[in-house]
């Protein structure tokens, strides 16, 4: 396998990552529709952390000159964007899945419960 190809993948993996989080997170906002402080804060937090997973690469390969790194670049940013990326995944996955009895987790009822 080529090392363009290998970037070719480890893109499409990013890709497919990206797209399992914005699912988990729209269905976040679709659950919570009606309370809006906490879909503030929520969108907040996620802009946020898009602007860091963006961003941290570069603090990983931060020459200037990207020629540096070689033609693997492209493939070792992607991979470690798709990790952090997996890692909100989970974040995201809990607040849809909270443990029950787990004080520190997210402790929002499901809108669709009664809770009296």
């Keep these: 396998m080529t090392q363009d190809a290998m970037n070719g993948c480890a893109a499409q993996e990013l890709a497919n990552a ?7 997170y729209l269905r976040l906002l679709a659950r919570y529709k009606q309370d809006e ?26 020459e200037i000159d990207k020629r540096f790194y070689g033609s693997v670049r492209p493939m070792c940013q992607a991979l470690l964007k798709t990790r952090l990326t997996q890692q909100r995944l989970d974040a995201l996955r809990e607040m849809l899945n909270p443990v029950e009895g787990d004080v520190c987790a997210f402790s929002l009822p499901d809108p669709g419960e009664n809770v009296r």
Excluded at 38 to 62: E, F, G, M
């Design 37 to 62: 402080v906490l879909l503030s804060k929520l969108r907040t937090a996620q802009r946020a952390w898009v602007a860091y997973r963006d961003a941290h690469p570069d603090s990983w390969y931060p």
């Design 18 to 24: 990206d797209a399992e989080l914005d699912r988990a």
